[in-house]
């Protein structure tokens, strides 16, 4: 099925900056939804249940998967991350682009099922600028640091499957470059094979009359 809506992925390496980033850009800019994931890992001080995520417990999250409820989900650095369905299903359905902040995995599996999709990947502007954020971010145990820029490697290794990079410099270009980006994106003949039919039709149309 056709949507106007346009599915967006955002990935990148942990402290690359995406959630900060979304957040912002959801603020400045109408028509985008934010989808919200579930997860099994616990809640960082000051997230809430219901806005960052839906904090679930494993059994809690094994059932959501047996009941198709989600999109797409994956393990990443011992938790479980997934996409639960029905929010996109309708956003998408309503016009909204809708945005999925996951990891690589996730975005995989979400090219698969909707092929049309864009596919954003968040660059830090190195990586000793990543692990000075992550770090900074203060969030984690040095062990779980660890681990992520360990993983940062590995999700390195699959950039060339994304449509575009965006560097998050500076905060603000870097949630301008996003926008123009996507609006871009409206504008290609495959989003608009509607719209380009019609006017092939009225041309021949036209050109009938004119004879
Ligand atoms: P992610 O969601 O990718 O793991 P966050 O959005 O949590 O990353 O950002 C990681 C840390 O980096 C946070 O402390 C955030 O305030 C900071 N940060 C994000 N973007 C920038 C930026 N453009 N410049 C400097 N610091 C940033
Ligand atoms: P964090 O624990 O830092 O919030 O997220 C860890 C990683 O999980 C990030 O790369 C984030 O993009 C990813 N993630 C968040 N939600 C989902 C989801 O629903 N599905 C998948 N596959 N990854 C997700």
Redesign the pocket.
């Known amino acids: 099925m056709k949507h106007k809506g346009i599915l967006i992925v955002?990935?990148?390496?942990?402290g690359a900056g995406?959630?900060t980033l979304m957040k912002k850009l959801i603020q400045e800019y109408d028509n985008y939804a934010l989808?919200i994931?579930?997860?099994t890992?616990t809640p960082?001080p000051g997230e809430e249940d219901g806005r960052?995520?839906f904090f679930l417990n494993r059994s809690a999250f094994e059932e959501k998967i047996a009941e198709n409820g989600?999109i797409?989900?994956?393990c990443?650095?011992d938790?479980y991350?997934?996409?639960p369905r029905d929010y996109v299903e309708k956003q998408l359905e309503a016009g909204k682009d809708v945005i999925?902040?996951?990891?690589?995995?996730?975005?995989l599996?979400i090219k698969e099922q909707y092929p049309m999709a864009l596919l954003l990947f968040v660059m830090p502007p190195s990586a000793q600028e990543l692990e000075r954020r992550l770090i900074g971010r203060g969030t984690e145990t040095p062990d779980v640091v660890k681990k992520?820029m360990n993983r940062a490697i590995e999700?390195a290794q699959g950039i060339e499957n994304y449509d575009y990079i965006v560097v998050n410099d500076d905060l603000d270009e870097c949630v301008k470059q996003l926008h123009e980006i996507i609006k871009a994106a409206h504008n290609t003949p495959l989003r608009n094979e509607e719209f380009i039919e019609n006017i092939r039709t009225e041309l021949a149309v036209l050109s009938k009359g004119e004879k």
């Open positions: 955002v990935s990148g390496f942990s995406k959630g989808s994931s579930a997860t890992r960082r960052e995520y989600l797409e989900y994956a990443y650095c938790n991350y997934g996409t999925l902040e996951i990891e690589i995995q996730g975005a599996k992520r999700e």
